[in-house]
Structure formats: structure tokens, C-alpha cells
T-cell receptor, first 109, second 117 residues
């Protein structure tokens, strides 16, 4: 089967660092995506990893280990506006995009 | 503004009604998608259109009927829905079909909140 697992909820403090993990089992692998979705809004693209390693983009970084079927999204210097759901998505070898259920992050003062 | 516009943003319909959701993308993309997002569940891919041709239908009930008249417009026609169909319906587009291939990033619309009563 195909599974994408990520924690349901996380809470962190403003200014801190938080890591959101994602593990996956898919039939083949063509890339992993992270999306951010604020309540009542569309998901927006954050990052894309297809090779192992860390991709850094400002305060956000995404890591991939294909051999472990594992990725994480790292958010630094958290701000209140970072409170949102973070969706992990994996494209398999059939070019099908499968999404996790999302991790709802709450940033507290 | 993502370049993908959906209307209406909110819709309440009875189980015997017929309504349609509309999506328009201004990004020059060739592929368009319908997703269903229910509370605490993963995004579910419903339909994929690539160059106006339907390339995927993920076992969606026939009470949902898509229409893609051109690469910029996508409709989801709804009839005799059930209360469990209440959800957020997201339209998306990408440069080419084969969602996500080699960074073929998907861009989502704001979604249409559907409530079936």
C-alpha cells in the first residue's frame, strides 16, 4: 500500500525552531513536496526535494532521505503567522501525487 | 492570489439539487485537477485533465461529473449529492500533466466549501 504519515498536531513557541516529520511508503518515488495551508485558504507550495539532503529557503528548510522514506520540514525563528497546516506530499513513479493528512502547527507567544 | 480562481467560495445545496463548481487558471498551465479535502483526512485526488483530456478518475462516484472545455477552465458538476460529500473542493493546475513530475509544482485555488443538507 501507499502511506504518508505525519503528526496530526504540534505546538511551538514564537522565535523557536520546530521540525515536522513525514514518513512515506510509495510505489516508486519522483519527489517530495511540502505545502502550507492556512485555515480557509489554498495550500501553497513551500519546497520540493528529489535528491537526498537539505534544501534551504529562508527560514524554511526541507530534508529528504530516500533510503529511509523520511523527510522533515524545519521552521526557524517561528512567527505567529506560521500557524497553519503543513502538508507532506509524495509523487510516485506513476506521477500520482499522494498527500498526508497534514500537521496543524500552532505557534504561541 | 495563486492564479487559480474558484467560484463559488461557499455553496449549500440539498440532496436533490444540481449545481456546478467553476475553476479558472491564469497561469498558462496545461493540466488541471480536482481534489477533495475533508476534515482531518488527506487530500483526495478526484480528477486530472491534461491538455483538456481526462487522464485520471480515481473511482469517483458518478454524482460528480467533471468538464474541461479548454486548458484554462474546469468545472465540477454536482447532482444528487450525499451529506458525506460535504467538504472543501480544491481546484489546482500545473504546467504539465503527471502531477509533480520533476518539480511540476501544483498550484491550488482557494477552494469551494460545499455543504450538502
Amino acid at each position: 500500500g501507499q502511506n504518508i504519515d505525519q503528526p496530526t498536531e504540534m505546538t511551538a513557541t514564537e522565535g523557536a525552531i520546530v521540525q515536522i516529520n513525514c514518513t512515506y511508503q510509495t510505489s516508486g518515488f519522483n519527489g517530495l513536496f511540502w505545502y502550507q495551508q492556512h485555515a480557509g485558504e489554498a495550500p501553497t507550495f513551500l519546497s520540493y526535494n528529489v535528491l537526498d539532503g537539505l534544501e534551504e529557503k529562508g527560514r524554511f528548510s526541507s530534508f529528504l532521505s530516500r533510503s529511509k522514506g523520511y523527510s522533515y520540514l524545519l521552521l526557524k525563528e517561528l512567527q505567529m503567522k506560521d500557524s497553519a497546516s503543513y502538508l507532506c506530499a509524495v509523487e510516485n513513479s506513476n506521477n500520482d501525487m499522494r498527500f498526508g493528512a497534514g500537521t496543524r502547527l500552532t505557534v504561541k507567544p | 492570489e495563486t492564479g487559480v480562481t474558484q467560484t463559488p467560495r461557499h455553496l449549500v445545496m440539498g440532496m436533490t439539487n444540481k449545481k456546478s463548481l467553476k475553476c479558472e487558471q491564469h497561469l498558462g498551465h496545461n493540466a488541471m485537477y480536482w481534489y477533495k479535502q475533508s476534515a482531518k483526512k488527506p487530500l483526495e485526488l478526484m480528477f486530472v485533465y491534461n491538455f483538456k483530456e481526462q487522464t485520471e478518475n480515481n473511482s469517483v462516484p458518478s454524482r460528480f461529473s467533471p468538464e474541461c472545455p479548454n486548458s484554462s477552465h474546469l468545472f465540477l458538476h454536482l447532482h444528487t449529492l450525499q451529506p458525506e460529500d460535504s467538504a472543501l473542493y480544491l481546484c489546482a493546475s500545473s504546467p504539465w500533466g503527471g502531477q509533480g513530475a520533476s518539480g511540476n509544482t501544483i498550484y491550488f485555488g482557494e477552494g469551494s466549501w460545499l455543504t450538502v443538507v
